[in-house]
């Protein structure tokens, strides 16, 4: 775009260059415009003959250009809203998904407890452990990852959003837990078979393999959790796992094995099997 000054409602007509790319390509244009102007989406409508000045401009142009490659849009403006939270997101971690927000809701539907302790493996950018937080202020809550740039960015978000019923720390699942009991753990571990053709579309192909894929199909983290789990639940404590949604059978089975009781699985948006919950019981 040459060196004059561009107007919100010109820059609004290039919408069709992202046709094709996303779903939304009018929305994706209005929150990079927001983003780059720090205003909110009325401020588009109101203002259209607003000019951006040469910086802005260059600034709007970069972003369009990653975006028409596909780039993420939680990336280009580092942050996602999830639970009505909004999450600093980057390239470390996967990028919160409302279909994860199911697992918070099953969550505080299945622990009814005013002190609870929680544990969440894998936090990425502490998405469930903030949202549980931002719920219950009498529940403590462990948020683990073994990304260290996972742990600094949940722990940026905790500190912005002060919720500090929340403890971020570097763990690889289980490793480095404080020897302790927790009435409630939740997880959204890598699940996806390194074969799958998905993972070379959309927005997983920025995202990091490593918060994607699992060895065994997609299934060996999962089972290291649900082995693993029994040893830091109090008795009748619960496990929720997210998970794909061809595993639910798998996982059910895990849980069976393992010795937990009460096993139900439940559907995401879509009407996909995508989390399923245990609760352990110690034998008599």
Not at 113 to 119: E, N, T, Y
């Amino acid at each position: 775009m040459a060196s004059e000054k561009v107007s919100i409602a010109e820059l609004l007509r290039l919408a069709s260059r992202l046709d094709g790319i996303s779903d939304t390509p009018r929305l994706d244009l209005e929150v990079l415009l927001c983003h780059v102007l720090g205003k909110p989406r009325s401020y588009l409508f109101t203002w259209p003959e607003k000019e951006l000045d040469q910086q802005q401009v260059n600034c709007f142009n970069d972003l369009l250009k990653r975006r028409a490659q596909g780039e993420p849009i939680a990336y280009l403006t580092g942050e996602k809203e999830f639970w009505s939270l909004s999450l600093n997101v980057d390239t470390t971690t996967l990028i919160p998904r409302p279909d994860t927000e199911l697992l918070v809701e099953t969550a505080l539907n299945v622990l009814d407890k005013p002190d609870a302790r929680v544990l969440d493996l894998g936090t990425g950018t502490g998405a469930i452990a903030l949202a549980l937080a931002s719920e219950n202020s009498g529940w403590k809550i462990l948020a683990v990852d073994t990304v260290v740039g996972a742990v600094e960015l949940a722990e940026q978000n905790r500190q912005r959003l002060g919720l500090d019923n929340v403890t971020v720390i570097r763990s690889d699942w289980f490793e480095n837990i404080p020897a302790q009991k927790f009435d409630l753990i939740v997880t959204n571990p890598p699940y996806i078979d390194e074969d799958d053709r998905h993972l070379k579309e959309g927005d997983v192909r920025f995202e990091p393999v490593s918060a994607l894929v699992a060895d065994n199909k997609g299934m060996a983290d999962i089972e290291f959790i649900i082995c693993g789990a029994k040893e830091y639940l109090v008795d009748g404590g619960c496990l929720l796992i997210e998970h794909g949604y061809q595993q639910a059978k798998a996982v059910c089975t895990l849980l069976q094995n393992e010795g937990f009781l009460y096993i139900e699985t439940a559907c995401d948006m879509a009407g996909l099997e995508r989390l399923t919950s245990g609760c352990f019981k110690k034998p008599c």
